[in-house]
């Protein structure tokens, strides 16, 4: 059978990349392969994100743009996942008659048959809610690795309700995958040559808590760094009023874990910290970052902020800026607010302007860019570990990751890839660090 094009698109957040992979090895067995050229595609999927209204804008656009090639060529099947087609569902067959199918974010198991039907020209949309603990058991498993660092997912969706966050309602409640699937996928990780496992769920420290007969995250840490080949742990997201005493301590006991973790504030003032609903103060977060770099010296610690919040007085945002200098964040992935439908602070009155959200957030980046470059520039002189991922931006390079997730480019073999090298930092730039093999 002559193999068909697919082109993916993936929008937003590792969860969907992770969708996205699977989704790949799942239509292989119906006759698709990836191929990243879109004019080539058999079928186009986009699987999107709506936890910001820019990359939901981003999403129609493209759809927009698709409706030239669907013209061009009646036998492409369109069709749309995520979360913009959790919250759409059958909307978006009505705003974009080219698009054929429509999928959710617990329905991956029904792409097969969804495609086999678009390719009869048939049009569907599948965003039923699957809520059980066996829901997870229904998405495909990544078929083959060809990379030395994957996706892990040990969890879907969220129980905390953020009042700004959409994140419950396109993901649904809040359900742990099971430990022993998730021991064997990372076996059979690691078998395939994967050296770096990533573990992802929208809240992993909370991983098990509604599941007695599970382990609780630190507990299934400590199981899957028991697993040979597995040589470095990684995990994202997690949640501030969930990171226990138990986690922290993996920092220090577990040499595989990773010194490095992505734990957002949001907010640095409590006035705004509450209306967010969050579940913690300002205090209590500063507490956790005291324990983890005490923990593990040296921690690289990234974070996420929001400008603009409904409500958000200067001194609010003072108190935001004040906590970034605190931390001492490698990086913060931060945005402007902005509202979205169905979330209970889409709601609050807006009593700042476009303007001046965007003020805001240039002083934040200011800042958040200088504190990056000089906690670079602190690695000048080191040896790091670093497991070589890829081929580097520039001709003779190889490029990887540290231990504290910091990106490292040096000149070395394409051979190297998959193993791991010491390497000399001998210069530090905005995004990334260059070095020499010792």
């Given amino acids: 059978m002559k193999s068909k094009n697919l082109y993916i698109e993936t929008f937003g957040c590792q969860m969907n990349v992770n969708d996205s992979e699977r989704i790949v090895s799942m239509l292989a067995d119906a006759g698709y392969s990836p191929d990243p050229v879109l004019k080539k595609a058999d079928m186009i999927l986009l699987n999107t994100c709506s936890v910001r209204g820019g990359a939901e804008e981003r999403v129609y656009n493209r759809l927009e743009n698709l409706r030239v090639l669907k013209k061009a060529n009646r036998r492409l099947v369109i069709g749309v996942g995520g979360c913009v087609a959790q919250h759409e569902g059958e909307l978006l067959l009505e705003k974009f008659p080219w698009v054929d199918l429509v999928f959710g974010t617990h329905n991956l198991h029904l792409l097969p048959d969804m495609v086999k039907a678009a390719e009869q020209g048939q049009r569907r949309s599948e965003t039923s809610f699957i809520d059980n603990d066996q829901r997870l058991e229904l998405f495909p498993a990544v078929q083959e690795s060809s990379r030395v660092s994957r996706f892990v997912t040990i969890m879907q969706g969220c129980d905390n309700f953020c009042s700004y966050c959409i994140v419950p309602f396109v993901r649904g409640r ?149 906590l970034i ?18 979330t209970r602070a889409a709601e609050f009155p807006e009593e700042i302007t476009r303007e001046q959200k965007q003020e805001r957030l240039e002083r934040l980046l200011k800042v958040v860019r200088r504190i990056t470059l000089e906690i670079n520039s602190s690695f000048t002189g080191t040896i790091q570990s670093i497991l070589v991922e890829g081929l580097g931006k520039r001709p003779g390079q190889v490029s990887g990751r540290a231990d504290s997730g910091k990106t490292v480019n040096f000149i070395g073999s394409p051979d190297l890839i998959g193993s791991f090298v010491d390497v000399r930092i001998v210069a530090a730039y905005q995004n990334s660090l260059a070095g020499e093999i010792i």
């Fill in 325 to 342: 200098e605190e931390v001492r964040y490698a990086d913060v992935y931060s945005f402007v607010y902005s509202p979205r439908p169905g």
């Fill in 174 to 322: 809040e359900v742990s995958r099971r430990s022993d699937e998730i021991r064997e996928e990372v076996r059979l990780l690691a078998e395939s040559g994967v050296k770096e496992i990533v573990l992802l769920g929208q809240n992993v420290n909370s991983y098990g808590l509604n599941t007695p007969d599970q382990p609780s995250f630190a507990g299934l840490i400590r199981q899957l760094a028991e697993i040979e080949g597995i040589r470095r742990i990684r995990f994202t997201t997690s949640h501030p009023k969930d990171m226990s005493d138990e986690l922290i301590a993996c920092f220090s006991d577990i040499p595989k874990v990773c010194g490095q973790i992505q734990l957002p504030a949001q907010s640095g003032s409590n006035a705004v910290l509450k209306r967010m609903n969050r579940g913690y103060t300002r205090e209590s977060y500063l507490d956790r970052i005291r324990a983890l770099k005490s923990a593990r010296p040296g921690i690289v610690i990234t974070g996420d902020m929001i400008v603009g919040f409904p409500g958000e007085t200067e001194e609010d945002f003072e108190q935001t800026m004040a």
